[in-house]
């Protein structure tokens, strides 16, 4: 695959799936810093934003990049946050942030330095509750980490957010996400990945040259086994695609892997890496171009290509329906092979990395399920999926219903 590279000094294009994955990212960090500033008691919250791949900072058309975002929503996310504060009878918060810009091209950040200088002397005028310091790299990022994690280690900052928006696929280790989710307290990472330039350029049945290709995935002879066996080419590239979020999602206790499609080019994944349960419904509301290959249920990517047929999950009201159908199936499956009750805790665990279902879909799949019910601490039953808590417990029902999946086959 020929290298992408945009023209900074005379204006880059904006596509279409880069738009999408911006109104995602400006969303999240938006209510990523509205939950993390929430607390009463707190007046101060210290984050790091990392981008990786800043780019020149706005496009031909005049939209944001991902470094202009991230400063417009500071601003206004400090604002709000102060104005539910003096609401609340809070006293305001001051957000610290410290913005490390990164890209390899030399125009791109020549542009960058343009573009945010006069951003920075705004926000110092007119934004009295936010200390901003920015420093800006002209890297390629894995050369770039090994200092920049030593750096935000040691001026202790717990909170970091990485937007890690690579143009292929070979730009990011999967040992360096790993390392970002172990080293810091409260890591955040968006990833994007050409999965389909990835899986397309793989050569079925030549094992050096697969290894060779997805070497950065950190991936195991074992791990290429799955690859091997007689399938069809559609079969094996599901099967490759499985194969690469496999080893994403030993990343990260929370990993949501979104495809972003481009008509008029290759589709992408725009992962998310956590350490706590969050992203999901924000990602939902940003529905459009999305979809998941695989399931709608439960185990979303863990279908066997060799005997199921994945079908494209997408975030509209069809696909929710469906991924509504499969869920009161696949819940009490789940809750019966772990015995016969389960913490909700617990269960949202164990099923984040497993589906791209809406939370509201996964709280009407317990409370509207015939064979589960929802109690609370004192032993109450949840009659409404709104008011489902993280420290009620789901159990199975003694009496199963007369439509039950897991009512034993009556034989003939």
Same mark, same amino acid.
């Given at each position: 695959?020929?290298?992408?590279?945009?023209?900074?000094?005379?204006?880059?294009?904006?596509?279409?799936?880069?738009?999408?994955?911006?109104?995602? &990212?400006? !969303? +999240?960090?938006?209510?990523?810093?509205?939950? /993390?500033?929430?607390?009463?008691?707190?007046? #101060? $919250?210290?984050?790091?934003?990392?981008?990786?791949?800043?780019?020149?900072?706005?496009?031909?058309?005049?939209?944001?990049?991902?470094?202009?975002?991230?400063?417009?929503?500071?601003?206004?996310?400090?604002?709000?946050?102060?104005?539910?504060?003096?609401?609340?009878?809070?006293?305001?918060?001051?957000?610290?942030?410290?913005?490390?810009?990164?890209?390899?091209?030399?125009?791109?950040?020549?542009?960058?330095?343009?573009?945010?200088?006069?951003?920075?002397?705004?926000?110092?005028?007119?934004?009295?509750?936010?200390?901003?310091?920015?420093?800006?790299?002209?890297?390629?990022?894995?050369?770039?980490?090994?200092?920049?994690?030593?750096?935000?280690?040691?001026?202790?900052?717990?909170?970091?957010?990485?937007? &890690?928006? !690579? +143009?292929?696929?070979?730009?990011?280790?999967? /040992?360096?996400?790993?390392?970002?989710?172990? #080293? $810091?307290?409260?890591?955040?990472?968006?990833?994007?990945?050409?999965?389909?330039?990835?899986?397309?350029?793989?050569?079925?049945?030549?094992?050096?040259?697969?290894?060779?290709?997805?070497?950065?995935?950190?991936?195991?002879?074992?791990?290429?086994?799955?690859?091997?066996?007689?399938?069809?080419?559609?079969?094996?590239?599901?099967?490759?695609?499985?194969?690469?979020?496999?080893?994403?999602?030993?990343?990260?206790?929370?990993?949501?892997?979104?495809?972003?499609?481009?008509?008029?080019?290759?589709?992408?994944?725009?992962?998310?890496?956590?350490?706590?349960?969050?992203?999901?419904?924000?990602?939902?509301?940003?529905?459009?171009?999305?979809?998941?290959?695989?399931?709608?249920?439960?185990?979303?990517?863990?279908?066997?290509?060799?005997?199921?047929?994945?079908?494209?999950?997408?975030?509209?009201?069809?696909?929710?329906?469906?991924?509504?159908?499969?869920?009161?199936?696949?819940?009490?499956?789940?809750?019966?092979?772990?015995?016969?009750?389960?913490?909700?805790?617990?269960?949202?665990?164990?099923?984040?990395?497993?589906?791209?279902?809406?939370?509201?879909?996964?709280?009407?799949?317990?409370?509207?399920?015939?064979?589960?019910?929802?109690?609370?601490?004192?032993?109450?039953?949840?009659?409404?999926?709104?008011?489902?808590?993280?420290?009620?417990?789901?159990?199975?029902?003694?009496?199963?219903?007369?439509?039950?999946?897991?009512?034993?086959?009556?034989?003939?």
């Amino acid at each position: 695959m020929t290298r992408k590279t945009l023209d900074w000094c005379g204006g880059a294009e904006l596509e279409d799936h880069s738009r999408r994955k911006h109104a995602i &990212l400006r !969303q +999240y960090y938006y209510d990523y810093l509205m939950v /993390r500033c929430q607390l009463p008691q707190r007046s #101060r $919250f210290r984050h790091a934003v990392i981008d990786g791949f800043a780019g020149g900072g706005r496009y031909r058309c005049g939209s944001a990049g991902s470094p202009v975002i991230f400063l417009e929503e500071l601003t206004r996310a400090v604002e709000a946050v102060n104005l539910r504060r003096g609401e609340q009878k809070a006293g305001p918060i001051e957000i610290e942030c410290l913005l490390v810009l990164n890209d390899t091209s030399r125009d791109a950040i020549d542009r960058l330095k343009e573009t945010i200088t006069p951003l920075q002397a705004a926000i110092k005028q007119t934004a009295p509750a936010v200390r901003l310091s920015v420093e800006i790299f002209n890297q390629p990022f894995e050369t770039l980490y090994p200092k920049l994690g030593e750096m935000l280690h040691q001026r202790r900052f717990r909170s970091v957010l990485f937007n &890690l928006d !690579q +143009y292929g696929d070979i730009d990011v280790n999967q /040992r360096t996400i790993s390392d970002i989710m172990g #080293r $810091f307290v409260a890591p955040e990472v968006f990833h994007t990945l050409g999965i389909q330039s990835l899986v397309s350029f793989l050569r079925k049945g030549d094992r050096g040259a697969l290894k060779e290709r997805l070497k950065h995935l950190g991936l195991s002879e074992t791990d290429l086994d799955a690859l091997d066996g007689p399938m069809n080419r559609q079969a094996w590239l599901g099967a490759a695609e499985k194969l690469v979020f496999d080893a994403f999602e030993r990343c990260a206790p929370f990993v949501s892997p979104f495809s972003i499609h481009n008509p008029n080019g290759w589709r992408y994944w725009l992962i998310h890496f956590a350490k706590a349960y969050r992203a999901r419904d924000i990602l939902h509301q940003n529905s459009t171009m999305q979809a998941h290959y695989g399931r709608s249920g439960l185990e979303m990517l863990s279908y066997n290509p060799a005997v199921e047929t994945g079908t494209l999950y997408l975030f509209d009201a069809a696909g929710r329906a469906l991924a509504k159908n499969q869920l009161m199936e696949d819940i009490p499956r789940m809750i019966r092979d772990t015995g016969d009750a389960m913490p909700v805790a617990e269960f949202y665990e164990g099923i984040y990395n497993a589906t791209p279902a809406h939370s509201d879909d996964i709280h009407a799949g317990l409370i509207d399920n015939p064979d589960l019910d929802v109690v609370t601490q004192t032993g109450g039953q949840r009659r409404k999926a709104n008011t489902i808590k993280i420290d009620d417990t789901i159990r199975l029902k003694q009496q199963r219903s007369f439509f039950s999946i897991l009512r034993p086959k009556q034989e003939n």
